[in-house]
């Protein structure tokens, strides 16, 4: 027998089944249909996850700034305090008013984590926000002046500090019509 024959056998084997060569069995199609009816759930369950974790963010966000916020209203009521002193030209008190209002507020940002950034010492670009630099007896590239503090929550900068850098003195200025080595 010829290969082309046995295969003509094959084929009209295969119709006589109900069978097209090439085509899916009819058991597959079900199942095909099952597996894009799953991808399609878990597609639309991520989505879903994805929409319920930022709603979760959103309230994490709203819980940690309303106990923010509890915590800064008597250091509201301090200030208060002190501008009614102010008004009534008790300067003693309206001094005190303010001392205690920034007690409570350092207080308070140290409860949470933020700590002053120290300027003592050489500028430091990741920490320093240099806002010129001035000639100075002190070593070139250490921080001479604080314009602002600056502050960092754990590891991360809040904001950086604002100062002025030392940078070398300037040399003495000659003299005009000195001696300039014309005779």
Do not use: C, W
């Amino acid at each position: 027998m010829s290969e082309e024959h046995v295969q003509q056998e094959e084929r009209a084997a295969a119709q006589d089944e109900g069978h097209v060569p090439g085509a899916e069995e009819p058991s597959q199609a079900p199942q095909a249909e099952q597996t894009d009816d799953r991808l399609l759930r878990l597609a639309a369950d991520f989505e879903n996850y994805k929409k319920r974790a930022a709603r979760e963010r959103q309230e994490y966000i709203r819980l940690a700034n309303e106990r923010l916020i509890a915590e800064l209203l008597p250091i509201l009521d301090d200030l208060e305090r002190a501008l009614s002193a102010a008004e009534q030209h008790e300067e003693a008190q309206l001094e005190d008013g303010v001392r205690l209002v920034h007690r409570s507020l350092a207080a308070l940002l140290e409860r949470h984590g933020v700590e002053a950034i120290e300027t003592d010492g050489k500028f430091d670009p990741h920490v320093h926000e240099a806002l010129l630099s001035q000639p100075s007896e002190a070593d070139e590239g250490s921080v001479i002046d604080v314009v602002q503090k600056g502050y960092k929550l754990g590891e991360r900068v809040v904001r950086p500090a604002r100062v002025v850098v030392a940078a070398p003195a300037e040399p003495e200025a000659e003299e005009p019509g000195g001696s300039d080595g014309d005779g």
